[in-house]
């Protein structure tokens, strides 16, 4: 048996089951081994396609997925989707072929250790083919077990190598890791804290991702206010207590709230300048409480009062036996006055706007709501990056945290297209809908023909203002000539129709009628909407103005 073949084998029996990628002639027998083994195989068109897919599916799914690329271009290719992984700490295998290190002088040769390392990815190297298994098992154990983004490099002359009869031991199973939960005096203090407390609101991050009734149960015990970081929006959706994102996509009804906390519990969320409003969303008189596994995490990006190590889950019940202990039972922030406001104004949907649409354009927060009511309640919502971005982002329901896709921790545009399409294979029975700009859609367009081929039912809802939005309204407010970042009408639909999607161009609600009509189904191909949007700054800008950038 060659090296090839039994990392493929190895992988598949460890938990790999799809994968994703572009093959060439250095992973071509890595791939077909891999399929032979039993993964589903997922051509796509491009690496960096290959990697946002995965890293999306990984997000939904709560499993690992792999990518398959070739040496050296193929790598280099797929950086920027690798990069928003690690970003977004989503637990993925990428399994690079590599140039083998006599030979550098060949024109695939980069160093791919250099670069992943470079990126913040976790990389391995297959040393050679009597310890080839043990080590592809290692590179999967650190992704599924300790949830890196990591990068197994394979050589060229490893994959081709006979397997030693002796030297090459079967993949041993994962075991079933269960982080514990922080100390019980820690626990104990942040009990005591949220006894004493008459406004907490507890905040999940993408580290709380998987913890909603854990967390619910204890904020019901103290009264907590909820919130999530755009990572992990949905998180408390269908609570009446949930202010949905908190940071600087807030509402201002949000943003008050917690403002005017007095006590708030980050639970696996970084609190980065996003997430804290750049400092201004957090009171001058609040207890900053931070829990993560990591204890690098605490106090990293924002001083806080305790910080907890342990699983979130656990400590979150952990929690809640000892405020029952303590037999608390308090309204905590759950007034009328609160309940009142957040149902007026916590989430965006429910703040009044002034309509900008004309004849030719529509208001982009009208389309977004719109298409809010046509849409089934079991969907993904995955967006791009821009201007744009926050109406599909903040505006449409979502059912929980399943049902949103943001690679945004990069801030890079062109990556919604691709997230899209793994949204929809880690979650096929919900309806996926991506809002893209028209930038990022022309970069990543490519894989139109990835989500034909497969027949997947995506609404790819263009918001098409013919420019980068977010340069046009950063710039030319300021005086600054903008013709660089604007270009010619360009007729989005077309070009979705010649790679086998359904298309319209909508300009007003009305023109939404098609929408409805496709809706309907039956769905077996992609229905994409360039939609002619009216051109303002939305608070994205906002936020990109505050961090300076």
Not at 328 to 333: C, D, L, T, V
Not at 445 to 464: F, H, I, M, Q, W
Request: proline share 5%; glycine share 10%; with cysteine.
């Amino acid at each position: 048996m060659k090296v090839a073949q039994a990392v493929a084998e190895a992988l598949t029996r460890l938990g790999v089951e799809q994968v994703f990628g572009v093959v060439g002639s250095s992973n071509f027998h890595l791939t077909n081994a891999l399929v032979g083994s039993g993964a589903r195989f997922v051509a796509t068109r491009h690496e960096a396609g290959a990697v946002s897919m995965a890293d999306a599916y990984g997000r939904l799914s709560g499993r690992v997925p792999a990518v398959s690329l070739h040496q050296g271009n193929g790598l280099t290719n797929a950086l920027t989707g690798l990069t928003e992984a690690v970003k977004s700490s989503t637990p993925l295998l990428v399994l690079a072929a590599d140039t083998p290190p006599a030979d550098r002088r060949s024109n695939f040769y980069v160093d791919q250790e250099a670069l992943v390392r470079a990126v913040g990815a976790t990389p391995f190297t297959l040393s050679g083919p009597g310890t080839a298994v043990a080590e592809a098992t290692e590179a999967y154990r650190r992704a599924a077990v300790d949830g890196a983004t990591v990068v197994l490099n394979l050589p060229l002359d490893v994959q081709d190598a006979d397997v030693p009869d002796l030297g090459c031991r079967p993949a041993l199973p994962l075991p079933d890791v269960r982080a514990p939960a922080a100390g019980p005096d820690a626990v104990a203090e942040l009990a005591d804290l949220l006894a004493a407390a008459s406004r907490p609101v507890f905040l999940g991050g993408r580290g709380a991702r998987w913890c909603a009734d854990e967390l619910s149960a204890a904020a019901d015990a103290c009264g907590a206010l909820l919130a999530s970081t755009a990572g992990a929006r949905g998180l408390f959706a269908g609570s009446p207590w949930d202010l949905d994102v908190a940071g600087g996509f807030s509402t201002d009804t949000t943003t008050e709230l917690i403002a005017a906390a007095d006590v708030v519990v980050a639970w696996g969320a970084s609190l980065n300048v996003w997430t804290a409003r750049h400092g201004a969303l957090f009171g001058d008189g609040v207890t900053l409480v931070q829990v993560d596994r990591d204890v690098d995490a605490l106090g990293a990006q924002r001083p806080v009062g305790l910080g907890l190590v342990g699983d979130v889950a656990q400590t979150a019940v952990a929690l809640t036996t000892a405020l029952a202990a303590r037999e608390h039972s308090a309204r905590g922030y759950r007034t009328e006055d609160a309940a009142t406001r957040i149902a007026a104004g916590a989430h965006w949907r429910d703040v009044p706007y002034d309509d900008t649409g004309d004849d030719g354009h529509i208001d982009p927060r009208t389309l977004t709501l719109a298409l809010d009511e046509m849409l089934p309640a079991e969907r993904v919502v995955a967006t791009d990056l821009g201007n744009f971005s926050a109406y599909p982002q903040l505006f449409p329901r979502v059912p929980d945290v399943r049902g949103a896709c943001l690679p945004i921790g990069f801030g890079s545009i062109g990556l919604g297209l691709s997230a899209a399409i793994g949204a929809a294979l880690a979650q096929p029975d919900r309806l996926v809908m991506a809002g893209l700009g028209d930038g990022g859609f022309m970069m990543s367009s490519v894989e139109l023909d990835t989500a034909v081929r497969l027949g997947l039912g995506l609404l790819l809802v263009v918001y098409n203002d013919d420019a980068y939005g977010a340069e046009t309204q950063m710039f030319g407010p300021e005086g600054h000539p903008v013709d660089i970042v604007v270009f010619p009408d360009t007729d989005v639909a077309a070009i979705a129709r010649g790679h086998g999607c359904d298309a319209v161009t909508v300009r007003t609600v009305a023109d939404l009628d098609a929408v409805a009509t496709w809706l309907r189904g039956p769905r077996d191909r992609p229905l994409l909407v360039d939609a002619k949007i009216t051109s303002f700054p939305s608070f994205v800008m906002d936020q990109i103005h505050a961090a300076g950038m």
